[in-house]
């Protein structure tokens, strides 16, 4: 039996959304270039799919552009803003716990001569609106800051910052991964206030290989994030992904069906399990997240590779960290100052729909088990 508690990672698909991803690959297969009936009803199926993307968001069809997945979203969104204000200066303020998604583009734009500030978190894993009005400068061009972490969980404050900017009158553009944020904490473009927001499919019950990118009103920039054939309005070449993009529109349209019980599951399942957690001996929590799907403590001195393979080979899927660390270091918790001891046992359990208080039950006696069986290392 698996207990499959690493929906930051990535989440199943529900059948109803299998079922619109075949039905497309199987029936509604022509290429919304194409100009007969079959090429002109995708077209419609494209723009049907934007439209649960932009009501999702709040924002109008036309701001909202299918990319391939999160990671370029970031990418392509760190790549536009710099664009549209490399004559008005050359510094970035990002967060030092950024997904790799947003920090490696960043370093790119330092070989190219920008200069970038990463603050740093305090222990609670959180970063302040503050820290960013005493990093931003009259050359600041884009200030990219996620809206959930996806290692800890803590949401952090995008809504503020997009205030502070107008405020301080900033020619900066906003923009919000919220790959871990979409659908998990309520929010529209508006109510954010970003000029670019990313979102993922595969975290919320979407096909992998599926994202998008929402560009605001203040993005003049008329770069496209891939040339080629003028798709997505001239903004992202490439023959449209129709079944990805019907499962992504399915798997939003389940969600946003449902959010509010959603949403109260998994506060209760996360508060069940912080609860259940917390009174093994050794377990503390790490940082003060308080999105309602991810949850990290750690097994002080328990090294937490050993700890993922151990659970994992009795179908516990938990993880160490993000998941495209594979056992490396994770630069959030280091970035952090956590006590090495705590660094070195960090796990993160995140929940989604299908979770159960029996999947934690399994968990909490896993790691009972991998304490009492195994010697501490730190
Ligand atoms: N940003 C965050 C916060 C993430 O958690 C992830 C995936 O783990 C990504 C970006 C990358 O998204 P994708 O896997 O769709 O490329």
């Known amino acids: 039996m698996i207990h499959y508690l690493d929906h930051a990672a990535t989440t199943p698909v529900p059948k109803a959304v299998a079922d619109a991803v075949y039905?497309?690959?199987?029936?509604?297969?022509?290429?919304?270039?194409?100009?007969?009936?079959?090429?002109?009803?995708?077209h419609a199926l494209v723009e049907r799919c934007r439209g649960e993307l932009a009501a999702a968001l709040g924002c109008r069809a036309e701001e909202f552009v299918f990319t391939s997945c999160g990671t370029e979203s970031?990418?392509?969104?760190?790549?536009?803003?710099?664009?549209?204000?490399?004559?008005?200066?050359?510094?970035?303020?990002?967060?030092?716990?950024?997904?790799?998604?947003?920090?490696?583009?960043?370093?790119?734009?330092?070989?190219?001569?920008?200069?970038?500030?990463?603050?740093?978190?305090g222990r609670d894993g959180c970063v302040t609106a503050e820290?960013?009005?005493?990093?931003?400068?009259?050359?600041?061009?884009?200030?990219?800051?996620?809206l959930v972490n996806n290692e800890t969980g803590c949401v952090f404050p995008v809504g503020e910052t997009a205030k502070l900017l107008k405020r301080r009158g900033s020619k900066a553009l906003l923009h919000t991964d919220a790959v871990q944020g979409f659908l998990k904490i309520p929010f529209t473009a508006a109510s954010l206030g970003a000029d670019l927001?990313?979102?993922?499919?595969?975290?919320?019950?979407?096909?992998?290989?599926?994202?998008?990118?929402?560009?605001?009103?203040?993005?003049?920039?008329q770069r496209p994030l891939l040339a080629g054939g003028g798709q997505e309005n001239g903004r992202r070449s490439g023959t449209e992904a129709t079944a990805q993009l019907a499962g992504f529109a399915k798997a939003v349209e389940l969600?946003?069906?449902?959010?509010?019980?959603?949403?109260?599951?998994?506060?209760?399942?996360?508060?069940?399990?912080?609860s259940r957690l917390l009174s093994i001996e050794?377990?503390?929590?790490v940082g003060e997240g308080t999105a309602p799907h991810i949850l990290s403590i750690s097994l002080e001195g328990y090294p937490s590779a050993n700890v993922v393979e151990d659970l994992g080979k009795q179908g516990i899927c938990i993880s160490a960290g993000s998941a495209c660390h594979r056992g490396r270091a994770s630069h959030v918790y280091e970035a952090m100052d956590l006590p090495?001891?705590?660094?070195?046992?960090?796990?993160?359990?995140?929940?989604g729909p299908e979770t159960t208080r029996e999947d934690i039950d399994a968990l909490a006696l896993a790691l009972e088990r991998h304490r009492s069986e195994r010697f501490p290392m730190l």
């Open 74 to 121: 970031d990418n392509c969104a760190l790549r536009l803003a710099a664009w549209q204000g490399r004559h008005a200066g050359r510094h970035i303020i990002t967060t030092a716990v950024e997904h790799n998604a947003v920090l490696e583009p960043c370093r790119q734009l330092e070989q190219e001569g920008y200069e970038v500030t990463y603050l740093k978190p």
């Open 340 to 351: 090495k001891k705590v660094r070195a046992g960090v796990l993160r359990v995140s929940f």
């Open 282 to 285: 050794g377990v503390v929590r």
């Open 255 to 274: 969600r946003r069906e449902h959010l509010a019980d959603t949403l109260l599951h998994l506060s209760e399942l996360r508060d069940y399990a912080l």
């Open 197 to 221: 927001i990313s979102v993922s499919g595969h975290k919320l019950g979407a096909p992998k290989g599926v994202g998008g990118l929402y560009i605001g009103p203040r993005v003049r920039a």
């Open 23 to 42: 039905e497309v690959l199987t029936q509604q297969y022509g290429n919304p270039g194409s100009q007969y009936p079959m090429g002109r009803e995708a």
């Open 131 to 146: 820290q960013v009005e005493g990093a931003l400068r009259e050359d600041t061009v884009l200030v990219s800051m996620m």
